[in-house]
């Protein structure tokens, strides 16, 4: 009987993984479904900014309900990550990310994952794309941060690339930072932190490359995005869409929704994503 019980409870794992040759490792926390039978195609999240893996436990909670093994990790933009790391960039992340798609990949006995990343991690997931896709069966970008709302003149992004050169390590001054956590989220004051002057400059020359990038990308494709986004507008992202070689492999969605991060909304919103992305990934999981 307590066998029984066990089989029926979704196991919460935990490991460490390596990334690279300097000692520096990843924590991830995984979501082991009972409904698995090594049949189904894992799910790796990647999260936004100022988030962790504990901002995911009710949406890969559910995904693990519907039979899906999910995992989550720590990349190092976090600010406690972030200052003990070298200077990074979106190939530094996206490589990051690689090596966390291998260990999983090899933990789900070399099934591809299908990775989701979230605002700002869906920066990391695009980069991603453009040299490892083959290593994952598809993607999903929710309220990808492609485009913001505010257009940033060329004197601020001027003084952001100025600065960075002189001070990189240095905290991005109030005047020249963004705002890019979802202002519904009642703990978003407490928990935002501000970034390198370096990052902030990464940060926009990803975005700016983002369009060029997203048009490159050549495996099963979802995008899932708030009608009316605090930090980030889609309205280019149709057209983009309409002229891509591969538009039959890509899907976008848009929800009847405010604020920016759709994943970790809570349980009145959650249903209405995942009506839409279990399909998905049953369908998509299932052709590679």
């Known amino acids: 009987m307590e066998n029984q019980e066990q089989d029926t409870k979704i196991r919460t794992i935990v490991y460490v993984c390596p990334v690279d040759h300097n000692g520096t ?3 991830i926390k995984g979501w082991i479904s009972p409904k698995n039978r090594n049949q189904t195609t894992p799910v790796i999240l990647v999260h936004d900014l100022d988030e962790s893996t504990d901002d995911y436990v009710e949406f890969a909670e559910k995904l693990a309900d519907a039979g899906f093994n999910v995992y989550c990790f720590e990349m190092r933009i976090q600010s406690k990550l972030m200052k003990a790391s070298a200077i990074l960039n979106f190939d530094i ?9 291998a260990w999983i990949k090899h933990k789900e006995l070399g099934k591809k994952p299908i990775i989701v990343g979230q605002g700002l991690g869906s920066l990391v997931c695009l980069y991603f794309t453009q040299n490892f896709s083959k290593f994952c069966a598809g993607v999903v970008f929710a ?4 485009s913001l709302h505010e257009v940033v003149k060329p004197l601020k992004r001027f003084s952001i690339r100025t600065l960075a050169q002189v001070a990189p390590l240095l905290s991005t001054p109030h005047w020249l930072s963004f705002n890019f956590s979802d202002p519904l989220k009642k703990d978003t004051k407490k928990r935002k932190g501000r970034l390198p002057l370096y ?3 990464e940060l926009l020359i990803a975005i700016s490359r983002s369009h060029k990038l997203f048009s490159r990308v ?4 979802l995008l899932l995005c708030p ?5 980030c507008r889609y309205d280019f992202l149709k057209r983009l869409i309409s002229k891509h070689k591969d538009e039959d492999k890509i899907s976008m969605v848009m929800f009847d929704s405010e604020g920016h991060q759709i994943l970790n909304r809570g349980e009145e919103f959650l249903p209405s994503v995942l009506r839409i992305l279990i399909p998905w990934l049953q369908t998509h999981g299932n052709q590679y």
């Open 25 to 27: 490792s990843l924590f």
């Open 199 to 201: 990052f902030t400059q």
């Open 143 to 146: 309220s990808p941060l492609f």
């Open 218 to 221: 050549s495996i099963p494709t």
């Open 227 to 231: 009608d009316i986004d605090a930090v």
């Open 93 to 101: 992340l996206s490589s990051d990310l690689l090596q966390v798609v």
